[in-house]
């Protein structure tokens, strides 16, 4: 069964920091592209960030992240994480991670998914 499991989401003051970690189970991780997308109240679910599979040599910002986002991959812990620092209130979202085994930012890519985590950047 495979599983993908976000934490690391919460309440941060704008200009602060959040890490989030993204631990999978069922699958041969090294094999998947692993992505961030998020999703806002009202708005549809936009791709954030992707790491390529095996060593993870290749990654992919979206502009309104790009500078303030740093993606990685742990490949012996089977985890991915999404540093976020200088958070702006338009970061808030629930954030999802998800793996898939091609390579790119669209939804369709992706054949797994996990639960979400909840991010609110707010004074």
């Known amino acids: 069964q495979v599983q993908l499991v976000e934490s690391g989401g919460g309440l941060v003051q704008p200009g602060g920091s959040l890490r989030l970690s993204c631990a999978a189970s069922?699958?041969?991780?090294?094999?998947?592209?692993i992505a961030w997308f998020r999703q806002a109240p009202g708005k549809e679910r936009e791709g954030v960030s992707c790491?390529?599979?095996?060593?993870?040599?290749?990654?992919y910002y979206a502009d309104s992240v790009k500078g303030r986002f740093t993606i990685s991959r742990d490949n012996a812990k089977n985890t991915v994480i999404l540093q976020m620092n200088s958070l702006k209130p338009e970061d808030t979202a629930v954030y999802y991670c998800?793996?898939?085994?091609?390579?790119?930012?669209?939804?369709?890519?992706?054949?797994?998914w996990g639960q979400g985590t909840q991010v609110t950047v707010s004074s």
């Open positions: 998800a793996a898939g085994s091609r390579p790119g930012i669209g939804t369709s890519q992706y054949n797994y």
């Open positions: 790491i390529s599979s095996d060593d993870g040599s290749t990654t």
């Open positions: 069922g699958i041969t991780f090294y094999y998947y592209h």
